[in-house]
């Protein structure tokens, strides 16, 4: 059950990361679930590490961070797959 919870985390955290970055994005969908639940978990750990990871009510630093590290990946991504995807 925790790999679909992972899932819908990646799709939300991802889509969300894509709507706060400027411009286009050429990256498939199944990419931005699998950036976005890396970003999650990663986000997630750093939010431990900041002492951020637990707090009263929503997480609201915590889902940031998760957003800004899935952000993070899709820009570097993005130059890379649009550059495999290519035809010369």
């Known amino acids: 059950m925790s790999f679909i919870w992972a899932i ?5 955290v991802g889509a969300i ?5 400027p411009g286009r994005q050429n990256i498939p ?4 679930i699998l950036l976005g639940i890396v970003g999650a978990v990663v986000g997630n750990a750093a939010a431990v590490a900041l002492g951020v990871g637990e707090t ?10 998760q957003v800004a590290v899935a952000a993070g990946l899709i820009v570097l991504a993005e130059p890379l797959y649009s550059r495999r995807s290519v035809r010369h």
Not at 8 to 12: D, H, K, M, P, S
Not at 56 to 65: A, M
Request: proline letters at 0%.
């Open 8 to 12: 819908i985390a990646g799709l939300i």
């Open 17 to 21: 990361a894509r709507l706060v970055l």
């Open 29 to 32: 969908i199944w990419l931005t």
């Open 56 to 65: 009263n009510g929503i997480d609201w630093i915590r889902h940031i961070i």
